[in-house]
Nanobody, 122 residues
Framework: QVQLVESGGGEVQAGGSLRLSCAAS????????MGWFRQAPGKEREFVGA????????SYADSVKGRFTISRDNAKNQAYLQMNSLKPEDTAVYYC???????????????WGQGTQVTVSS
């Protein structure tokens, strides 16, 4: 029903900033909550943050709280992840996801992008 494509990944030095974008397509894309997840080498995929359908509510993992900001522009069918004060431990493949249920567990999300690599050097 919805297709997601991430962009904006790259390499940045510790302390730097990066903004990821997620372009959504499909007639029902605006009806979904949007989540961001990441997976570092050798680790399980973990929750980063989420934003509700209208953008009125957000949720963040403790590890990124205060540094990352999630937003969305439904008119443009896009979601964003602004990452500031990046640390080497933020290095991972970042995925955006869409789901009908609000939550931090990846089981709530039915549609996923292909991922974009973020590398933070020290």
């Amino acid at each position: 029903q919805v297709q997601l494509v991430e962009s904006g990944g790259g390499e940045v030095q510790a302390g730097g900033s990066l903004r990821l974008s997620c372009a959504a397509s499909g007639r029902t894309s605006r009806s979904y909550h949007m989540g961001w997840f990441r997976q570092a080498p050798g680790k399980e995929r973990e929750f980063v943050g989420a934003i509700s359908t209208s953008g009125g509510s957000t949720s963040y993992a403790d590890s990124v709280k205060g540094r990352f900001t999630i937003s969305r522009d439904n008119a443009k069918n896009q979601a964003y992840l602004q990452m500031n004060s990046l640390k080497p431990e933020d290095t991972a493949v970042y995925y955006c996801a869409a789901g009908s249920f609000w939550g931090q567990n990846e089981r709530y999300y039915n549609y996923w992008g292909q991922g974009t690599q973020v590398t933070v050097s020290s």
